[in-house]
């Protein structure tokens, strides 16, 4: 695969998705495949390959990762029942404001989001990929979850934030994009990332980091409170 070195431009432009290390073979093969993530499986509609458009969206979007890592059921199968009620009914209503709630105070939640984010900057890559506008993607496609019609409480508990989210609008958001529906990358098109000779994913982070428009405690405080944990910042 072509090897891509990220520099100063790539805070605001380019497009980039990330994947696990062990896709690479694959990915060289096939490209980027549509898909739905196994989280999403009862939120999004169609199988799209997602991205972010520069860095500065790459750490929004783990800052709404792990915000929802931190909210994500431990039982099996909650998950699921609790995107079909979510906002159906007042008792609904009561019973998940109760949960967010209650998780506000559950420290074992965000134990267990922080070590699954030591995981994927363990075994994850950032990939830089040639998309066009038009062609590939558009920038009026809708985000297949807002356009479900659930109230902005819960998608702000869900991850959302109006501090990098237009939730007035069912567009995407630019550290939200995605493919057209049932439309893939390919593997021509795609370069892997690397940062002063390394590939590795915590190495890019701190380059943005260190190089960020945003102000990253205020815009991304839930990604802030992990590095800040981790010992990073």
Known sequence: MIKYEISLKDIDFNYFHFTKKKNIISIEEKGLLPKKSFHAQSLEVTKKVFFVEGLDNLLILFDCWIN???KYPLIPG???????????????????????????????HKFVSYKYFDRFLKKYILLNIDVKEGLDFSFDDMDQIKAKGYDKYFLM???????YSNLDSIKMDKWNLHTFSNHGVDSKKIKLCYINGSYNML??????????????????????????????L
């Open 68 to 70: 929802i890592c931190e």
């Open 78 to 108: 909650f998950f699921n029942i609790g995107t079909k009620i979510k906002g159906k009914n007042i008792f609904s209503k009561l019973f998940i404001k109760a949960y967010f709630k209650w998780i506000e105070f559950n420290k074992l």
């Open 157 to 163: 508990k869900a991850g959302y934030s109006l501090k």
């Open 203 to 232: 190495d890019i982070i701190k380059y943005a980091l260190a190089n960020s428009k945003l102000d990253v405690e205020n815009i991304c405080p839930v990604l802030w409170g992990y590095l800040k944990t981790r010992k990073i």
